[in-house]
């Protein structure tokens, strides 16, 4: 006689293999082009703004549909759409594989963005149907947080491998045969599910919010550019604050909401919803700057950028086993606040760098920010997941995503804005120690406004042209430290939010 324990744990294996494999999909672009964003700026004439645009085109739709592709997925059913996230990050893949402009580009990575969002909610449902017991849960949650950072890990050696080799445009190859593979496999190994009771789709929900996100990241791309007081930034905030409110108003009256006011009711779920989006806009824009400094700074080679990344990478998925042993033992605010401080202590120490530094000496705090990083994702989504009644766990797991992916859009927005306008602050003064006369800085100041770092180093400075890289340089470590200030500090505000928020009610 078959037991139920054991139908689930026949249904449990497929899924939760399935489930890894597609978010390691979903999250593989991440690293994949943040190492390939000074290939691809070269290739391409990008400005620092454009390839802000290049992350956040990934990133943005991941954000404003991640709500929308849970509900549909509760409705019409979760195998669908995780079949059609594969689909489209497949798609996404062979559009920017064959770009020959940045806006392809862009296109590209919307597309494997909107598959992203299909596939993120959906991997952590199909394991909360498949697993309801919360503390078997939470060890499947840490199988599949490996597999997203191991995605992390992955990535910037195979941009590195590719670009040995090959352009910076098939860099996107690997992506397309995984993904299909994985749907086929997917239609006769994953049980489909829905949630229980009656679902309907948000349509009034979906619309704001989807305009707050991207009004919102619109006007931190193009006032950091820009100007924070030019109309069109200010009216792009005016839109982003309205939409948000109609979104709140819209899911207090909705009788089926993509982000149900009950969630709210649990610490839990509060506490990791604002600690994923305070730390994945430190995480996501750190590693977007730390790209930067690699490529601009230091030129290293695609894969010189990548091993360093690795360090930071690569200490998550060994630790990853280890945090989903202690989930049970240590209290998630001591496990998710320790991490973030660890990770803050590294962003801090990051800050010290200058042109100069070895390997060796990087490899310390990348390292330690790595750690930290692994003691926090999969503890907040297990907490996300596992501190709201069983019928809402898909909600939660989404909604926990959204505001992880609405900090990851902001992050590169947020901290290029920072860099690129601290260091275009303080260029003229390291020009004219330089030796680079009144006309060259003004032209140098002028192509910084307009195209950013590569638009500088282009210009013909005469007998100076040989000193010019070495101020850029240094005008680039104003503002690269600035950032991973900012980045610190944010991660320690998510670790205080986190003892605070995250503390268990006396009985």
């Not at 991640?66 to 996230?85: P, S």
């Not at 309907?200 to 619109?218: E, K, N, R, S, Y």
Request: hydrophobic letters at 55%.
């Amino acid at each position: 006689m078959v037991t139920t324990e054991q139908t689930t744990v026949e249904r449990l294996g497929p899924t939760l293999v399935m489930a890894c494999v597609a978010v390691f999909v979903a999250y593989l672009p991440v690293t994949t082009v943040a190492v390939s964003l000074p290939a691809i700026q070269a290739a391409l004439g990008a400005s620092t703004a454009d390839l802000s645009w290049v992350s956040d085109a990934f990133v943005l739709p991941m954000a404003a549909l991640i709500l929308t592709a849970g509900v549909f997925g509760d409705v019409h059913g979760r195998r669908k759409v995780f079949l059609a996230g594969l689909l489209c990050c497949a798609a996404g893949s062979a559009v920017a594989l064959s770009a020959s402009s940045i806006g392809v580009v862009w296109l590209g990575q919307a597309l494997a963005g909107i598959g992203a969002a299909a596939l993120l909610p959906t991997t952590l449902a199909l394991i909360s149907h498949a697993v309801p017991d919360p503390r078997r849960r939470g060890g499947c949650i840490a199988l599949w947080a490996t597999a997203l950072m191991l995605a992390l890990a992955v990535g910037p050696l195979l941009a590195g491998v590719v670009l040995e080799h090959a352009g910076w445009r098939w860099i996107y190859l690997p992506s397309i045969p995984l993904a299909l593979l994985t749907a086929a496999l997917a239609i006769p190994l994953v049980t489909d599910s829905r949630a229980p009771g009656k679902r309907h789709l948000d349509g009034p929900g979906q619309v704001t919010v989807a305009v707050a996100i991207v009004a919102l990241v619109f006007a931190v791309i193009e006032g950091g550019a820009g100007s924070f007081t030019e109309p069109a930034v200010l009216g792009a905030f005016a839109v982003a604050a309205l939409a948000l409110a109609a979104f709140v108003g819209v899911e207090r009256r909705s009788d089926s909401p993509m982000l149900s006011p009950a969630l709210f009711a649990s610490r839990g779920f509060t506490g990791t919803a604002v600690i994923a989006m305070v730390s994945f806009l430190g995480v996501i824009g750190s590693v977007f700057v730390l790209s930067l400094y690699f490529g601009l700074v230091q030129q290293l080679s695609t894969m010189e950028a990548a091993l360093r990344l690795l360090v930071s990478t690569a200490v998550p998925v060994v630790a990853g086993p280890l945090v989903g042993r202690l989930m049970h033992r240590v209290p998630t605010r001591w496990l998710l606040s320790g991490g973030l401080v660890v990770s803050s202590g590294a962003l801090f120490w990051l800050g010290t760098v200058d042109a100069g530094t070895s390997f060796v000496a990087i490899s310390g705090p990348l390292a330690l920010f790595g750690l930290g990083l692994g003691f926090v994702l999969t503890p907040m989504t297990a907490t996300a997941v596992g501190s709201v009644p069983f019928p809402l766990a898909g909600m939660a797991a989404a909604g926990n995503n959204a505001f992880r992916q609405v900090g990851g859009a902001l992050g590169p927005a947020v901290l290029g804005a920072l860099l690129t306008s601290r260091a275009a602050a303080t260029l003229p003064a390291h020009l004219t120690e330089a030796g680079v006369g009144d006309a060259d800085r003004r032209a140098a100041e002028a192509a910084m406004a307009d195209s950013g770092f590569q638009a500088v180093a282009s210009i013909d400075y005469g007998d100076r042209t040989g000193a010019v890289p070495a101020a850029l340089g240094r005008a680039f470590l104003d503002g690269f430290h600035l950032a991973l200030t900012v980045s610190a500090a944010l991660m320690l505000l998510a670790a205080v939010i986190a003892v605070v928020l995250l503390k268990q009610p006396k009985a």
